[in-house]
Nanobody, 133 residues
Framework: QVQLVESGGGLAQPGGSLRLSCAAS????????MSWARQAPGKGLEWVSG????????YYADSVKGRFTISRDNAKNTVYLQMNSLKPEDTALYYC??????????????????????????WGQGTQVTVSS
């Protein structure tokens, strides 16, 4: 069965950095696009960033563009989210998600499709990120 296990969350100061990891198993990782999403207290799920199956194409939400970097290592079945210049508003539970077969096959063809939460079929349990001084 598909398993996604996030790690790397914690407490960071404003302006600081954290690196999240998501270890995947139970599917052919290198064939699927992956994304990160987050949910802040009292708010809905927000897509953050996505990456194509071979790592050649990435997308970011405007709120994190220029500060966060998504990457993947298909040899290790792991996707990462490097978060720099953290802000208090980045405080949230961060999830990694596996894109559906259709989204993965048609990645990048439809503008904005990577950010459609409903197009992800498996989710991890999340890792908490808290940004506070």
């Amino acid at each position: 069965q598909v398993q996604l296990v996030e790690s790397g969350g914690g407490l960071a100061q404003p302006g600081g950095s954290l690196r999240l990891s998501c270890a995947a198993s139970g599917f052919t990782f290198s064939s699927y696009a992956m994304s990160w999403a987050r949910q802040a207290p009292g708010k809905g799920l927000e897509w953050v960033s996505g990456i194509y199956s071979d790592g050649s194409d990435t997308y970011y939400a405007d709120s994190v563009k220029g500060r966060f970097t998504i990457s993947r290592d298909n040899a290790k079945n792991t996707v990462y989210l490097q978060m720099n210049s953290l802000k208090p508003e980045d405080t949230a539970l961060y999830y990694c998600a596996k894109a559906s077969f259709i989204l993965s096959e048609h990645w990048g063809e439809v503008p904005g499709s990577a950010s459609e939460i409903a197009s992800y079929d498996h989710w991890g349990q999340g890792t908490q990120v808290t940004v506070s001084s």
